[in-house]
């Protein structure tokens, strides 16, 4: 008896020296730099955005966090390489609703699953989308907008920044609204929309907030309405589409934080204190407000519903208006 109590014991110190191995190495982390990948080309809003949160995020951890940009196939490339990455906290993804919620939306396959692969750690910020129109329109609101196109159906187009976009979409979900039906006519990136928007060949285009404010600004576009919620903290004095009539209009643009599934709780939790801290820093906040976004922290959970709920709207609206990638 007395040799079989001196195994228990001896077992038990084993046991309890592991637990304490593993809390030592999840209060250690990070331990090494951490890779932040950024789904975006260099000098985009989107790798500005995550250069500005790797610092804050370095500072809290006291860690260095690396930028890579891994751009291609509408963020496809670099959600799937942190899908496939060690779920061990040292590889995170900075992406847009646009990996989680409109790709499954327009792709038959894709590589990485939304749910299976991925954890939120937290979101980051928001960005209104915008509806602007070339200053010679006869219209300036939204009422004289559809006013003027409802009468002609397919003599109007709008621009887009792509097919299977956040600005395509919202496009989409103002025509089934207002009843109205533009010609899509997607570009590659908002600058060439806007050239066009300017030089006259489209009549209006449904932008982000960020790209077309400085173009209202200096009057060689003209805003008629933003298509979030409430206005828009850049364009106060420019109205919602909701409240121009159409309440049913509601979308804009969000990035957030992930990791890969499995990451442990312990740098999970370490990785959204963090972030709340950086995103609660007023000179971070200053910069990302100057980058185009409402700095918006959301817990992980907080992401995850976002992500529930908007994933069928996207698909309802595909399915209507056969938005298919390309």
């Known amino acids: 008896m007395m040799l079989k109590s001196?195994?228990?014991?001896?077992?038990?110190?084993?046991?309890?020296?592991?637990?304490?191995?593993?809390?030592?190495?999840?209060?250690?982390?990070?331990?090494?730099?951490?890779?932040?990948?950024?789904?975006?080309?260099?000098?985009?809003?989107g790798d500005v955005l995550g250069r500005i949160l790797a610092k804050g995020l370095g500072r809290e951890l006291n860690q260095s966090i690396i930028v890579e940009n891994k751009a291609g196939a509408g963020t496809i490339l670099g959600a799937q390489y942190v899908a496939r990455a060690q779920p061990d906290?040292?590889?995170?993804?900075?992406?847009?609703?646009?990996?989680?919620?409109?790709?499954?939306?327009?792709?038959?396959?894709?590589?990485?699953?939304?749910?299976?692969?991925?954890?939120?750690?937290?979101?980051?910020?928001?960005?209104?989308?915008?509806?602007?129109?070339?200053?010679?329109?006869?219209?300036?609101?939204?009422?004289?907008?559809?006013?003027?196109?409802?009468?002609?159906?397919?003599?109007?187009?709008?621009?887009?920044?792509?097919?299977?976009?956040?600005?395509?979409?919202?496009?989409?979900?103002?025509?089934?609204?207002?009843?109205?039906?533009?010609?899509?006519?997607?570009?590659?990136?908002?600058?060439?929309?806007?050239?066009?928007l300017i030089g006259g060949q489209i009549p209006i285009l449904f932008d982000t907030v960020v790209s077309a404010m400085p173009h209202i600004k200096s009057g060689k576009v003209k805003p008629i309405a933003v298509t979030t919620a409430q206005r828009s903290g850049f364009l106060p004095d420019v109205p919602t589409v909701a409240e121009s009539g159409y309440p049913a209009v509601n979308m804009d643009t969000w990035i957030a934080v992930f990791a890969p599934k499995g990451t442990p709780p312990e740098a999970r939790e370490k990785l959204t204190k963090a972030l709340a801290a950086t995103l609660a820093d007023q000179a971070t906040q200053e910069q990302l407000r100057n980058g185009g976004f409402e700095p918006t922290f959301m817990d992980g959970a907080g992401v995850q519903r976002t992500i529930v709920e908007e994933t069928p709207r996207f698909a309802e609206i595909a399915k209507r208006a056969g938005i298919k990638a390309q």
């Open 6 to 45: 001196s195994k228990i014991v001896v077992l038990m110190a084993a046991m309890a020296a592991v637990l304490s191995a593993g809390a030592a190495r999840a209060a250690e982390y990070p331990e090494r730099p951490v890779q932040l990948v950024v789904p975006f080309p260099p000098g985009g809003a």
């Open 89 to 196: 906290g040292y590889t995170l993804l900075l992406s847009s609703g646009t990996t989680f919620t409109v790709n499954p939306a327009i792709y038959d396959k894709l590589p990485y699953d939304t749910v299976r692969d991925f954890e939120p750690v937290g979101m980051v910020g928001r960005a209104a989308l915008i509806i602007v129109a070339n200053p010679q329109e006869p219209f300036s609101d939204v009422k004289g907008l559809v006013a003027a196109v409802k009468p002609h159906p397919d003599k109007f187009s709008y621009g887009s920044f792509g097919i299977g976009t956040v600005s395509h979409f919202a496009g989409e979900m103002f025509q089934e609204a207002a009843g109205t039906r533009m010609t899509h006519i997607p570009y590659k990136g908002s600058s060439p929309a806007i050239t066009d």
